[in-house]
Nanobody, 115 residues
Framework: QVQLVESGGGLVQPGGSLRLSCAASGITFSSYQMNWYRQVPGKERELVASITTNGGPIKYADSVKGRFTISRDNAKNMVYLQMNNLKPEDTAVYYC????????WGQGTQVTVSS
């Protein structure tokens, strides 16, 4: 059974930081491209960051470049999203996504940026 479990979300003030984690099981993690998406109610899910199997090349949405960093640890079956200088517009549910010839989603973790 494939599972992607996100953690690390929460409430943070503007300018603050959070680190999201995604633990994968049931897949050959090192073979999968890993992505972080986010979604706001009423809007389409947006690709935030993407990392290939060996850690590169890495892609970011223009809105998060210079503030967010995606990384992975294939030995631990983990992918991370370090989010710095958070803004209110970063408020969303963040989802972990694994892609090969199939794809899987986590359940999401809420990030709220507010003073």
């Amino acid at each position: 059974q494939v599972q992607l479990v996100e953690s690390g979300g929460g409430l943070v003030q503007p300018g603050g930081s959070l680190r999201l984690s995604c633990a994968a099981s049931g897949i050959t993690f090192s073979s999968y491209q890993m992505n972080w998406y986010r979604q706001v109610p009423g809007k389409e899910r947006e690709l935030v960051a993407s990392i290939t199997t060996n850690g590169g090349p890495i892609k970011y949405a223009d809105s998060v470049k210079g503030r967010f960093t995606i990384s992975r640890d294939n030995a631990k079956n983990m992918v991370y999203l370090q989010m710095n200088n958070l803004k209110p517009e970063d408020t969303a549910v963040y989802y972990c996504n694994a892609v090969l010839w199939d794809y899987y989603w986590g359940q999401g973790t809420q990030v709220t940026v507010s003073s």
